[in-house]
């Protein structure tokens, strides 16, 4: 009986065990892949691979396959499921469609000229110009672009026959069917439930930080104690607010449309961030009561509503700390009533959408405007061919350079000079990324040369290691470029030592080439047509300061009596269409390599424009109803305008340099001084409160852009 009982208590120890290891495996992931888009994503490309090539292999038992075919089935399986993104099914398949024949045809012609060297070499370029060219009209030709160049290359290397044109067409098919399906069918992507799942990982976050703030309330603990947790949590709720976001539709012109439910929603985002920060920021100045805290955590997420909230105001006046409190649960609700019932309107796409239009009327005089910086002294060389040139000059000098160091093997050192372009905006960024793939193709080398050396002759372990490892490149891709380089390299030498040919020579051969491939691209990004600024981008920020700026100038003289509210409106519809133009101007600086839960610098910078839209709106509402101010409220609105205005001058100094020089939250919000706190509670639509929204958004806009660039543009502006 005992020893029955002990082996009960062994089961249920284990089983203990493992729930709590799968536990915390699934708080990783959670944390890491809040919406579990990343694993989506990997798992799609992972199962149109395997279904792609299940079909070759089948087929292959009765009639023998060209290499050339398995090539092309695994380019387009890979790409037709990793890039494309249109809204659509139908969009997405003309997409493949179109990715599937100029591959097919790109590889033959490879293997024709593959004869005629200097020919072939001229040909590749040329394809390589074009890839490069057709970007300008979409992601559709990005993909297509992409495609076109590695389907050359396998032509070049496997030299498929004429005569098996109709098995390159069926591996095509093959590739182009089994990722319509997967992304079209059993894997789709939904926005709106990755956005609804990462919202229940925000307020989980969110939890913590309260929890925390009880820990602090009912301990009297120091405001530091315990600093890295807390930062930790802000740190993460931040990276989750920015991916959340990420899942809203954009309209044509590249980023939110400036009404509607989408702006509403990312707003309310934003406003429920500041409202975390400010209640965090408090804990220097006076901690709320646990009871109030209780109380939020109790009742938070999705289902809260605003019940108590008119009661608790109406019972006199609340001391600031419980004013931060009712503040975010403030926030909260805004979200969910921004959001609705599913389907929600703010995920319709923004194509349509009438705040966008004013957009496209603008785009042309925006994106006109890099053209003025040229100097009049040289030729001008149109803004569209400048990417082409400089990659086909790069790919020129890398093809040169690779075939001395390897007459088979070139082709790697111009596939390294055509990538370190991808999803670059300036020299520096193209450095960088030639950087990372240098160094992640190394530490692939070494790691690789080692696993290959320890796996040789083990077939199935080394097949199971290369689809990991592939697995694991597509889910960090998003991460870091130089850790999914280094994750293929190591597959790369598995998969050759599972043909027979590698050796560790072959790797260091591939690391040379990528070498050379990755110079050559930084070289020529800071000779050729070399991109300091942003353009146009510095240009539309201006503007938009400026608007903003005179708007709360405006505000300023109507609470005082000095003017009426009726300009006040269309003030504010000018501040629309401003942001209109200054997200046309950005949309280029977006990376054409779009994955949904990639936010960029871009759109993260765009989000205090988009509140200050809001909240300039709030502004001119809330004061065009004939409102009238106490003396006190007039103060800390006068107060409010100066801080916004010194914010707007040095924003307007940074210029471009908002989203060019920008970097990521990095836990500096401990050290900042608290926020003023206004001495009254003003709800949401109260003028006071939407300037000092506004005054909250244009302070993180500079602090993000670096210390030393605000700091530099201040002392730019008293000199």
């Known amino acids: 009986?005992?020893?029955?009982?002990?082996?009960?208590?062994?089961?249920?120890?284990?089983?203990?065990?493992?729930?709590?290891?799968?536990?915390?495996?699934?708080?990783?992931?959670?944390?890491?892949?809040?919406?579990?888009?990343?694993?989506?994503?990997?798992?799609?490309?992972?199962?149109?691979?395997?279904?792609?090539?299940?079909?070759?292999?089948?087929?292959?038992?009765?009639?023998?396959?060209?290499?050339?075919?398995?090539?092309?089935?695994?380019?387009?399986?890979?790409?037709?499921?990793?890039?494309?993104?249109?809204?659509?099914?139908?969009?997405?398949?003309?997409?493949?469609?179109?990715?599937?024949?100029?591959?097919?045809?790109?590889?033959?012609?490879?293997?024709?000229?593959?004869?005629?060297?200097?020919?072939?070499?001229?040909?590749?370029?040329?394809?390589?110009?074009?890839?490069?060219?057709?970007?300008?009209?979409?992601?559709?030709?990005?993909?297509?672009?992409?495609?076109?160049?590695?389907?050359?290359?396998?032509?070049?290397?496997?030299?498929?026959?004429?005569?098996?044109?109709?098995?390159?067409?069926?591996?095509?098919?093959?590739?182009?069917?089994?990722?319509?399906?997967?992304?079209?069918?059993?894997?789709?992507?939904?926005?709106?439930?990755?956005?609804?799942?990462?919202?229940?990982?925000?307020?989980?976050?969110?939890?913590?930080?309260?929890?925390?703030?009880?820990?602090?309330?009912?301990?009297?603990?120091?405001?530091?104690?315990?600093?890295?947790?807390?930062?930790?949590?802000?740190?993460?709720?931040?990276?989750?607010?920015?991916?959340?976001?990420?899942?809203?539709?954009?309209?044509?012109?590249?980023?939110?449309?400036?009404?509607?439910?989408?702006?509403?929603?990312?707003?309310a985002l934003f406003d429920l961030q500041l409202a975390v920060e400010r209640l965090v920021r408090a804990r220097h100045t006076a901690l709320p009561s646990s009871s109030a805290l209780?109380?939020?955590?109790?009742?938070?997420?999705?289902?809260?509503?605003?019940?108590?909230?008119?009661?608790?105001?109406?019972?006199?006046?609340?001391?600031?700390?419980?004013?931060?409190?009712?503040?975010?649960?403030?926030?909260?609700?805004?979200?969910?009533?921004?959001?609705?019932?599913?389907?929600?309107?703010?995920?319709?796409?923004?194509?349509?959408?009438?705040?966008?239009?004013?957009?496209?009327?603008?785009?042309?005089?925006?994106?006109?405007?890099?053209?003025?910086?040229?100097?009049?002294?040289?030729?001008?060389?149109?803004?569209?061919?400048?990417?082409?040139?400089?990659?086909?000059?790069?790919?020129?000098?890398?093809?040169?350079?690779?075939?001395?160091?390897?007459?088979?093997?070139?082709?790697?050192?111009?596939?390294?000079?055509?990538?370190?372009?991808?999803?670059?905006?300036?020299?520096?960024?193209?450095?960088?990324?030639a950087f990372e793939r240098a160094t992640g193709t190394f530490g692939g080398v070494l790691l690789g040369t080692v696993v290959a050396t320890l796996l040789q002759g083990h077939m199935a372990i080394s097949g199971i290691a290369i689809a990991v490892l592939f697995f694991l490149a597509i889910y960090f891709v998003q991460v870091s470029f130089g850790l999914m380089v280094v994750f293929v390299t190591i597959a790369l030498a598995l998969l050759y030592g599972l043909v027979g040919m590698f050796t560790p020579q072959l790797l260091m051969v591939r690391l040379e080439e990528t070498i050379v491939g990755s110079t050559a691209g930084a070289l020529v990004a800071f000779t050729v047509f070399p991109v300091k600024t942003a353009g146009g981008v510095g240009k539309a920020v201006v503007v938009f300061l400026d608007i903003l700026e005179e708007l709360v100038r405006d505000a300023g003289k109507c609470v005082r009596g000095e003017a009426g509210a009726r300009g006040l409106e269309a003030e504010s519809r000018k501040l629309d269409r401003a942001y209109n133009e200054l997200a046309a101007a950005a949309r280029h600086l977006s990376p054409p390599w779009s994955v949904e839960t990639r936010f960029g610098v871009v759109r993260r910078a765009l989000l205090p424009f988009v509140g200050s839209v809001h909240w300039g709106r709030v502004l001119a509402q809330s004061l065009g109803t004939g409102r009238s101010l106490p003396l006190t409220e007039i103060s800390v609105f006068d107060m409010l305008a100066a801080e916004i205005t010194a914010e707007i001058r040095i924003a307007r100094a940074a210029g471009a340099g908002l989203f060019t020089h920008s970097r990521s939250g990095s836990g500096h919000l401990t050290r900042e001084p608290a926020l003023p706190v206004a001495p009254a509670i003003y709800g949401d639509e109260h003028p006071v409160h939407a300037l000092e929204t506004i005054r909250d958004l244009m302070t993180w806009l500079n602090r993000r852009a670096g210390a030393s660039l605000v700091r530099d543009a201040h002392s730019g502006q008293k000199s």
């Open 294 to 433: 209780w109380k939020l955590i109790d009742e938070w997420g999705d289902h809260i509503q605003p019940t108590i909230d008119s009661v608790s105001r109406s019972a006199g006046p609340i001391d600031p700390a419980t004013q931060l409190v009712l503040r975010l649960r403030d926030a909260r609700i805004r979200v969910t009533h921004a959001l609705g019932p599913e389907p929600s309107p703010a995920f319709q796409r923004l194509d349509d959408a009438e705040s966008d239009k004013d957009s496209e009327n603008n785009v042309d005089t925006v994106r006109a405007a890099p053209d003025q910086d040229n100097t009049p002294s040289r030729p001008r060389i149109p803004e569209a061919l400048q990417r082409p040139i400089q990659i086909t000059l790069a790919s020129s000098f890398a093809l040169g350079a690779g075939m001395v160091l390897s007459s088979e093997r070139w082709y790697w050192a111009v596939i390294a000079a055509f990538v370190v372009f991808n999803n670059t905006r300036s020299r520096a960024d193209t450095a960088m990324l």
């Open 1 to 267: 009986m005992s020893l029955s009982t002990s082996k009960n208590d062994d089961r249920e120890g284990r089983r203990g065990r493992s729930d709590m290891l799968r536990t915390r495996f699934l708080t990783r992931i959670a944390a890491t892949d809040p919406a579990l888009s990343r694993l989506r994503l990997a798992l799609s490309v992972m199962l149109s691979l395997g279904l792609s090539g299940g079909i070759l292999a089948a087929i292959s038992v009765f009639h023998a396959m060209p290499l050339a075919a398995y090539g092309l089935t695994f380019v387009l399986s890979f790409i037709c499921t990793l890039a494309v993104r249109e809204p659509s099914a139908s969009e997405q398949f003309r997409t493949r469609l179109h990715a599937g024949w100029v591959a097919v045809i790109l590889a033959l012609l490879a293997s024709v000229l593959s004869t005629k060297p200097l020919l072939a070499n001229v040909t590749i370029l040329c394809v390589i110009f074009g890839a490069a060219y057709i970007r300008r009209y979409g992601s559709r030709w990005f993909v297509v672009g992409i495609v076109g160049v590695m389907a050359y290359f396998i032509g070049d290397f496997l030299r498929p026959m004429t005569a098996q044109v109709g098995w390159l067409i069926f591996g095509a098919s093959a590739a182009l069917a089994a990722s319509h399906l997967v992304t079209t069918v059993l894997l789709p992507a939904n926005p709106e439930k990755d956005f609804r799942r990462a919202m229940r990982t925000i307020d989980q976050r969110i939890a913590l930080i309260l929890h925390h703030m009880v820990w602090l309330t009912d301990s009297a603990a120091s405001p530091d104690d315990d600093i890295g947790a807390l930062r930790s949590y802000l740190n993460n709720l931040r990276d989750i607010l920015l991916m959340a976001e990420g899942f809203v539709p954009q309209g044509r012109s590249g980023g939110l449309a400036a009404k509607g439910a989408a702006s509403d929603l990312v707003s």
